[in-house]
Every structure is written in C-alpha cells, then in structure tokens.
C-alpha cells in the first residue's frame, strides 16, 4: 500500500499520492460520517478537499452531481469516484473496502442483538422507542429532500403522487414503477428542445455487461432455486439498482418485500435496525447487513454471517459497477440534458416515497402517545442541530431502558 501512483485518469492529476496515506484520509471520512449524504459531503469536503486537495470544491460537486444520477448508494459512489480518479479501478475497490466495512461490520453484529439480549435475559422491550425513533430520521429526511428536489409545480405533483401511490399500493413493483415514470413525465413535460444530444464516448463495456448479467442470473437463479441466501443476494442487488438517493430511498423498498411481502422480520425489528444505523458512522447501506443476517436467522451462526454478507455485497454492487462503468466516460455525458431533466422527475418522486414511508412506518411502529413523542423529539432534536445523530441514538436507547 506504500506505493504510489501517477494519476493519469484525468488532466486535472495531482503529484504522486502514496496509496496509504489515501486510504487513511478514507478511514477518518468512514469514522466522521453520521446522518447520511448531505452531511457525508461535508465531511469529504473538510479532508478530501480542504485538508488534502485531491481535487478541487468544483470538481467534487461535480462528482456528487455524477452520483445523484446513479442508482446506488450516492456518498459512497462519491468516494469511490475520487479513488477511481486517484488511482484507478484498484484504489477504488480498496477505498471501498475501507469506507464501508467498519459499518458493516458494526451492523452484522447488530443482527445478533436479540439473540444476545435473550442469553443475557434483558428484555427487548428496552429497545421499544428505536422504531419511533427511526421514524424522526425518515421524517427529517423526507422534509429536507422534499425541500431539495420540489421546485416547481410538476415536481410537487410528482412528490404528492409518488407519496399518494406507495402508501395505498404497498407491493414491491410499485417502486421502480413511479420512479421511472418520474423520469419520464419530466422529460415528457419539460418543453425542451435537443435533450438527447450525442456526444462522443468509450465506454467499459465489461463493468456494464456484469452488472447486466447478475441482474439476470440473480433473478434466474432466485425463480429456479429455492435457496435462501441467493433470494437474499437477489433482492439486495435489486435494492442496489433501483434506488436513487441513498440510504433514506431505499427503506420503503425494503419494507415492503422483507416485512411486508417476505417476513423476514417484523416491523419492530426493521425498524430497530434502521435506527441504530443512525448512530454509527459511514454509509447507511450498512443496514442491509443487519437485514440481511436477520433474515437468514433460524440456522447456524455461519448462516445468518452469510445472510449478512449477502445482503452488504449485494446492496452495494450494483452501485460499484457503475461507478466503474460511468466515471471513466462522466465527462462525456454529464452535459445530456435529458439526463439532468429526467433526474429531476425521478427524485421528486423519491422524496415522495420517503414521505410515504415515514407515515407507513409511523403507523406500524404504533401511534401511541410515548411513540409519537419520541417521534417528534427525534425530528425536533436533528432539525434545529442541537444534538448530533449518534447522541439521539444513545438517549433514546437510555430513555427505553430506564422507563
């Protein structure tokens, strides 16, 4: 790791950067990142940016404006975007690793809580106002993307229709349904003219052509074989392509087919989980290990290790593939403006499911008087920025202790 690399990806290269020393700055962006991609950006601006000048403000927005048009998990892709810049497809995969798996693991753990909690004998109802709790996150989440992506009147018709119809319709099409039909009713109402011109590329074919065939094999597969770990790593890798806008996107999804549709787990335990990522640094897609090892309970340890495993690799590789297939040719096709306009439609529409779940959970997670007070204390608390996230886990966690 001592080596170091001429980065030639790009004309804007620095001088040779040890690998090492990169991947530390990684680390100490993986251990300062709370409350999801908004606050992720500000943490790579600080060291990535400012600190070390690996690229310029100008060009890390332009890579967070890259990702925004991915599927995936965006602050991660982010990250990966400038290894890939640094030194290439390697670095990437390395910055990956070092960016994600203390999260993972940390989340792994996390889907023993119960079984370690019954061996201690210490009741779970100690863990009761994490869902509320939970709640407050996607709420907060839904109100700042909302402000975000609804800036005008068919984007605010498509936030309250994308909300309207996940909340009625709760099977798992429905999701990748409205999200492409956003894109497509924003494009189709924009009244631009030449939003597709063509531009000049070389793609990775080979990056494009493996995300393709695992979407198929994974599917194939799951339809032929009734194997629990490879529905898993199916439905994970789906949740990888088809969300766009990070961690707080994908929780209805997610919802939906693991409690509502497969049973996985219940709501209480969804929900505990999600609110506990928020207190850990990195990216939230390190849920899907602990939803993941949650549903491969009922076995061996090693089962429910290889649950957990499913559900991190398959979460985030869809999303690493594209990155790999898209930066290299970024430069190219960040000026389509049917792309940029089609963005705008389908994250209207996000924020909308966003929205849709909180309600949705809200209700699941019981609309008592102590639930809803720790529901809006949490909104409350992360609103005006008083308390940071990993503190609100911990007194919420108390509170549920102690009373």
Not at 223 to 228: E, K, P, T
Not at 381 to 399: E, R
């Amino acid at each position: 790791m001592g080596k170091t690399i001429k980065d030639d990806i790009t004309s804007n290269s620095q001088a040779d950067i040890p690998w090492s020393l990169f991947l530390k700055d990684v680390l100490v962006c993986s251990l300062g990142a709370y409350g999801g991609p908004e606050a992720h950006y500000g943490v790579f601006t600080s060291q990535m940016v400012m600190k070390r000048k690996y690229l310029t403000e100008e060009e890390l927005v332009e890579l967070i404006a890259l990702t925004t048009l991915l599927p995936g998990p965006s602050s991660t892709q982010t990250l990966l975007a400038i290894g890939y810049r640094t030194g290439g497809p390697l670095l990437a995969l390395l910055t990956f690793l070092v960016w994600a798996l203390p999260a993972l693991a940390v989340m792994t753990l996390f889907s023993f809580l119960s079984q370690l909690l019954s061996f201690l004998h210490v009741s779970q109802d100690g863990l009761r106002y994490i869902g509320p709790m939970a709640v407050g996150f996607i709420a907060v989440a839904a109100f700042n993307i909302g402000k975000k992506v609804t800036t005008d009147s068919m984007t605010r018709l498509l936030f309250l229709s994308g909300a309207m119809l996940t909340f009625f319709i709760r099977d798992s099409w429905i999701f990748p349904a409205v999200l492409l039909a956003g894109g497509g009713v924003r494009v189709l109402f924009s009244g631009e003219k030449d939003l597709w011109q063509p531009v000049t590329i070389r793609p990775p074919w080979k990056y494009l052509a493996t995300f393709i065939l695992l979407a198929l094999g994974g599917l194939a597969l799951s339809l032929l074989w009734d194997n629990r770990l490879i529905h898993l790593f199916e439905n994970f890798y789906r949740y990888g392509y088809l969300v766009i806008g990070g961690g707080q996107v994908v929780v209805p999804l997610m919802y939906s087919e693991l409690v509502e549709v497969n049973r996985y787990m219940t709501s209480k335990e969804f929900l505990t989980g999600f609110g506990l990522v928020q207190g850990i640094p990195g990216p939230m897609f390190s849920f899907s290990a602990y939803a993941g090892g949650m549903a491969a309970r009922g076995g061996s340890i090693l089962f429910q290790l290889a649950g957990a495993l499913a559900g991190g690799i398959g979460i985030f590789l869809p999303g690493i593939l594209l990155i790999y297939f898209v930066f290299p040719i970024w430069n190219g096709i960040k000026g389509i403006k049917g792309i940029r306009i089609a963005l705008q439609g389908v994250t209207a529409v996000a924020g909308g499911l966003i929205a849709s779940a909180a309600l949705v959970l809200m209700i699941k997670s019981g609309l008592s008087p102590d639930n809803l007070l720790v529901t809006a204390l949490t909104a409350a608390f992360l609103l005006v920025g008083w308390i940071p996230a990993p503190v609100v886990v911990l007194l919420v966690l108390a509170a549920g202790f102690v009373f």
